[in-house]
DNA sequence: TGATGGATTACA
DNA sequence: GTAATCCATCAA
């Protein structure tokens, strides 16, 4: 019976998603999410508290038919549609009620490339899913997938542990892109000198400063 | 009910 | 730099 001590990797992750959603953010670095027949390795992420003090979230206000899943268990995928033409994709983390989650920003496709680049216009490899939106154009992830236990075996979505784990002295953390406040976050991790990590931008108003 | 701007991307 | 373009949120 000893053992039972030693846990699957997938256990681990569960419960690694389960707990505080910063460690849980480092942790998908390098675990891989399938969808579609395409499975990414994902190299950079973006964490959110829920209604605990953290405006950029948009679980910050409560819950709503949008943000439902992200009150629920840890493990679930939040889809949102943003700019008016594009999917995010985010992993529910933390426990029932608490709404945090982690944005997938970015990957490297590891499988089903053809299939990538079929939903996606660029056929520049390294591009295919590199930002979250294009992310999720990659793997065929829209509004159907909400709500996707990304834990179950026969789910749409699926998450896996890392092939090889990500070492820390490959961890590098700052602030979150496209968002407004929060600057002294550094809550955006992602994988040091990896070609799929997208460009720091800082947040530009759409309107004209007068 | 109307205004506003967004966890983005592609292109000039 | 800006257009594309739906939707959640907020003020009135």
Redesign the pocket.
Same mark, same amino acid.
């Given at each position: 019976m000893g053992d039972r001590a030693r846990r699957t990797p997938l256990s681990a992750l569960r419960d690694l998603l389960a707990g505080p959603v910063l460690p849980a953010a480092r942790g998908l670095l390098g675990c891989e999410i399938s969808a579609g027949g395409v499975t990414v390795r994902i190299t950079e992420v973006?964490a959110?508290a829920g209604t605990d003090g953290d405006p950029?979230?948009?679980?910050y206000?409560g819950r709503?038919a949008?943000?439902a899943v992200m009150f629920g268990p840890a493990g679930f995928l939040y889809v949102y549609?943003?700019?008016?033409?594009?999917w995010?994709a985010?992993v529910v983390t933390g426990v029932e009620g608490e709404a945090s989650?982690v944005?997938l920003r970015a990957g490297l496709v590891v499988g089903g490339a053809d299939l990538a680049r079929e939903r $996606?216009?660029?056929t520049v490899e390294r591009?295919l899913a590199r930002?979250?939106?294009?992310?999720c154009q990659a793997l065929g992830v829209d509004r159907t997938a909400y709500g996707a236990d990304l834990l179950a075996p026969d789910s749409p979505v699926r998450l896996s542990p890392p092939v090889t784990p990500v070492p820390d002295s490959l961890v590098a953390a700052g602030p979150?892109?496209?968002?407004?406040g929060a600057l002294d976050r550094e809550w955006r991790f992602w994988i040091d000198g990896d070609p799929t990590v997208?460009a720091y931008r800082r947040h530009?108003? $759409?309107?004209?400063a007068q």
């Open positions: 973006e959110y950029a979230s948009h679980a206000r709503t949008r943000n549609f943003t700019y008016g033409m594009h995010c985010n989650a944005l $996606r216009r660029s591009d930002g979250p939106a294009r992310l979150r892109v496209g968002v407004t997208s530009v108003p $759409r309107k004209r």
